[in-house]
């Protein structure tokens, strides 16, 4: 529990929450009242999929097999540490937004993508 409230914390910091859908699985971190408070106070919905129904799941499992197999395939394990995963996810994570075009976009990243629909 305190991991996903040190990391709630940390990605609310400085942001405007307020109305942001935050999805999980029913995993005991998530439906602690900690955890649910602290959404509450930052304005966020909270979202869970249905007990036993992968499905619920299949974009963020998605992002993560993109993830592990264009960022970490190549990586040995032995060398991975903690500040290693952190600053491969967060260079991920802006090639994923700004940089990478989607063909289910329109060959549009999704920063782009969200501009043009606005």
């Keep these: 529990v305190d991991f996903v409230l040190e990391t709630l914390r940390e990605a609310c910091n400085g942001r405007d929450t307020y109305g942001v859908i935050l999805h999980s699985d029913q995993g005991a971190q998530y439906t602690s009242y900690a955890f649910q408070a602290l959404a509450k106070e930052n304005g966020i919905i909270t979202s869970m999929s249905r007990k036993g129904n992968c499905f619920d ?4 499992e998605s992002f993560h097999s993109s993830l592990k197999s264009e960022e970490f ?9 903690s500040t290693i995963v952190i600053e491969k996810v967060v260079n991920y994570m802006y090639y994923y937004n700004y940089i990478r075009p989607f063909s289910k976009l329109n060959c549009h990243t999704p920063v782009e993508y969200r501009t043009v629909a606005a």
């Excluded at 395939?73 to 540490?81: K, S």
């Design 73 to 81: 395939a190549t990586q040995l394990r032995a060398t991975l540490t």
């Design 57 to 60: 799941n299949a974009v963020i």
